[in-house]
């Protein structure tokens, strides 16, 4: 099973989240989605909310990026920025210096149709989004331009909560897969989760149940990734 795993930066401390890392690593993680705090996370639901504004309070964004050399160093596979347009923009030459270790980035609040022009501004690659409301057009623009994976967003809202598709949801993840992968991100929260969703999709990406998992400890959260990846 193809499975990403988000995990905010330097959450809960710097240490730990390194050493989530590296457990990543070493069970297999298809790829890493690293959240860059913010302070008006609009995507984010109680759980990554509170995760952010914890990490707000201990580190700086230059703190958050530089961690990401780090990251790159025990985790060998593909790695991702989760951040916010605001953030990405007023920071695009610093992004640039990043390019070398990062695969792509994922903006939360940033429509495909936006992410086209955005994508030439940053000059990296960003991932588009695909959402339940996605018209056929905007899905068409997504699979055209992805030169990764499209990330699918299993239900309306922000994250957490449990996971369920609607049936026009599972079409329009179909007809996305027959040109694109598709990876499918929130509500999933346990391995039976995670099989469901590896049926319709590529691959899945769990980031909620990752942060409730450090919240118990770090022997708990490798508990739940060896759950997921096995």
Avoid: H
Avoid at 31 to 59: R, T
Avoid at 128 to 153: C, G, M, Q, V, W
Avoid at 155 to 176: A, D, M, P, V
């Amino acid at each position: 099973m193809n499975v990403g795993i988000y995990l905010v930066s330097n959450y809960p401390k710097k240490s730990i989240f390194l050493e989530a890392v590296e457990i990543c690593n070493n069970l297999d993680v298809d790829f890493l989605e690293i959240g860059i705090p913010f302070s008006d996370p609009i995507a984010d639901g109680e759980i990554l909310e509170k995760a952010a504004f914890e990490c707000l309070s201990k580190y700086d964004t230059q703190d958050f990026f530089e961690s990401l050399f780090e990251v790159k160093k025990l985790f060998k596979k593909r790695l991702y920025v989760m951040t916010y347009a605001n953030i990405a923009y007023s920071l695009k030459d610093e992004l640039k210096n990043y390019n070398k270790i990062l695969n792509g980035i994922i903006l939360a609040d940033l429509p495909v149709r936006e992410a086209i022009n955005f994508e030439k501004q940053l000059d990296c690659n960003i991932i588009k989004f695909a959402t339940p409301e996605s018209r056929k057009k905007d899905l068409d623009l997504a699979i055209k331009n992805t030169k990764d994976f499209i990330y699918f967003i299993s239900k309306r809202g922000i994250t957490g909560g449990s996971f369920s598709l609607e049936s026009q949801t599972i079409e329009k993840i179909n007809y996305c897969r027959k040109q694109a992968k598709v990876y499918l991100g929130f509500g999933i929260r346990n391995a039976s989760d995670a099989k469901e969703a590896s049926k319709i999709a590529d691959g899945v990406i769990i980031g909620t149940q990752a942060a409730i998992e450090l919240q118990k400890g770090i022997s708990d959260f490798e508990k739940f990734i060896k759950s997921i990846t096995k």
